[in-house]
């Protein structure tokens, strides 16, 4: 154990972390994501929701202040008439961690899992919600915690 980590971030997800540079993507997906089809490197993180995952990640990683979107979400499918509660608690931990390099981006489906194809690493989860898959863009770290 190591003081100032969250709990969720397992050991393979901390070497994932420390290994990306600038502009490099991370992949939370939800319990129905087909990580182990899109991932280059995958983290399994099963028992934990994306919530946890999000707050634990941002926590640790800054965003991408060069890009002009830090974070995709996958939108709803065309028909479907799920509203995705989540996302207003995604974006209130993406403000809370990042309250200026905060921009999201909505990413049609089959277009966010080609995104995913390219991530540098896709992070599963158990959650329920649906539509809860989120890229997020790593940016510089420029002092010290």
């Not at 397992?10 to 997906?29: A, F, R």
């Not at 990580?35 to 965003?63: E, F, H, S, W, Y």
């Not at 479907?80 to 049609?108: A, G, Q």
Request: aromatic content about 8%.
């Amino acid at each position: 154990m190591l003081k100032g980590i969250p709990s969720v971030v397992q050991p393979d997800l901390l070497k994932l972390l420390m290994e990306m540079g600038q502009g490099d993507t991370i992949v939370i997906g939800d319990g129905n994501f087909p990580g182990a089809a899109m991932a280059q490197r995958l983290v399994r993180c099963d028992g934990n929701g994306g919530t946890k995952m999000l707050d634990a990640i941002l926590r640790l990683m800054p965003l991408d202040s060069y890009s002009e979107y830090q974070v995709e979400l996958m939108e709803v499918t065309p028909g479907d008439p799920y509203k995705p509660e989540i996302w207003e608690e995604y974006k209130e931990i993406i403000n809370r961690h990042e309250p200026v390099n905060n921009k999201i981006e909505m990413v049609e489906r089959f277009a966010f899992y080609e995104r995913a194809k390219e991530a540098y690493a896709v992070v599963t989860t158990s959650e329920l919600a649906l539509y809860a898959n989120v890229i997020l863009r790593k940016g510089v770290v420029t002092e010290e915690p």
